[in-house]
């Protein structure tokens, strides 16, 4: 990542993305547990709202190149957990 619009642009691009593929998913799979998927959905958006916040304001006192590739290893896991999730839906 170049910079932090750069960074937040593409966590906006794969929340967005995952929100949508959720979305579909519990349409066009049977009859999934609404509950599950309100949930699902309100995690999406807890780590668009986290991770944004992050881009923002980082950490004092620890450098910048570890701080933001701490928050992309951290962000790519949690989008990894969602994934499975949405594929444990189907």
């Not at 993305?17 to 547990?33: I, N, Q, R, T």
């Not at 933001?68 to 839906?89: C, G, P, R, T, Y």
């Amino acid at each position: 990542m170049n910079n932090k619009r750069d960074l937040k642009r593409t966590i906006n691009y794969i929340c967005s993305d995952l929100f949508a593929e959720c979305v579909a998913a519990s349409l066009y799979s049977g009859k999934p547990d609404q509950e599950n998927v309100k949930a699902l959905l309100a995690s999406i958006l807890n780590i668009h709202t986290n991770y944004i916040c992050r881009v923002s304001h980082p950490e004092p006192g620890m450098k910048k190149k570890l701080y933001f590739q701490d928050l992309i290893k951290n962000f790519n896991k949690d989008v990894s957990e969602v994934i499975d999730q949405i594929n444990a839906m189907q």
